[in-house]
């Protein structure tokens, strides 16, 4: 069974840029996570939903940043405009509701020049 | 104050010795914990659960202590392939799925 599948796996963009994360989750987990990871704060959780449905989104920075998931294998996370301080790696994690254990897709580094 | 707290290193430990990592907890309602390892540039991974009675997997062996809110994890006989950062997490409850993360902690094994 292949694992959480992220794309980009690199991006590049000029501040001002529109930046479009996806992943694919796990088939059969019913969470998904975003996170953002920095050498200065760490793994921080960005959104999370449910069965497709958002359930706290309390950490996403600003109005910049939206994050979807139009059906169980598919999510989303973007950021208009992008800015310099939004370079980091972003990973998406998958689970189930059964254990607590959240499996992280390979991440997609950003730079944001 | 930060959730969940690590010394962040570095530790620089010669291979076969011994190394212990210690994290806090600031929510007593936490109901699990676990340890992840991540690879320089890569995901993190689940390394162990952390049970209240202890637990071992061969050379780790992890800890809880609830009454003062502190998870460890010891390595054993360690190994240049266990050169990584290690992150300390706690996990709420059914309903709130979130899993809090330390900075974490990196360990580098010298030959």
């Known amino acids: 069974d292949a694992g959480v599948i992220q794309s980009p796996r690199h991006e590049v963009t000029e501040m001002g840029q529109e930046v479009t994360l996806r992943c694919k989750p796990i088939s059969g987990h019913d969470y998904l996570f975003w996170y953002r990871q920095t050498m200065m704060r760490g793994l921080e959780l960005l959104i999370y939903?449910?069965?497709?449905?958002?359930?706290?989104d309390s950490g996403m920075p600003e109005d910049r940043f939206s994050a979807k998931m139009p059906n169980a294998s598919f999510s989303t996370l973007k950021i208009q405009p992008s800015e310099p301080r939004d370079s980091a790696v972003y990973f998406c994690a998958t689970g189930t509701s059964a254990i607590p254990q959240q499996f992280f897709g390979p991440g997609t580094r950003l730079t944001v020049l | 104050r930060k959730e969940v707290e690590q010394d962040p290193g570095p530790f620089n430990v010669p291979e076969g010795a011994t190394v212990a990592f210690n994290c806090t907890y600031s929510n007593s309602a936490s109901q699990s914990f676990f340890w992840y390892r991540q690879d320089c540039r890569k995901e993190p991974k689940l390394l162990m659960s952390v049970y209240s009675s202890g637990n071992e997997d061969g050379r780790f062996t992890a800890q809880l202590n609830r009454a003062s809110q502190y998870i460890s994890l010891l390595i054993r006989d360690s190994k240049l392939s266990d050169s990584a950062t290690y992150l300390c997490?706690?996990?709420?409850?059914?309903?709130?799925?979130?899993?809090?993360f330390g900075t974490g902690t990196r360990l580098t094994i010298i030959p």
């Open positions: 997490v706690a996990w709420g409850h059914f309903g709130n799925e979130k899993l809090t």
């Open positions: 939903f449910n069965n497709n449905v958002p359930i706290d």
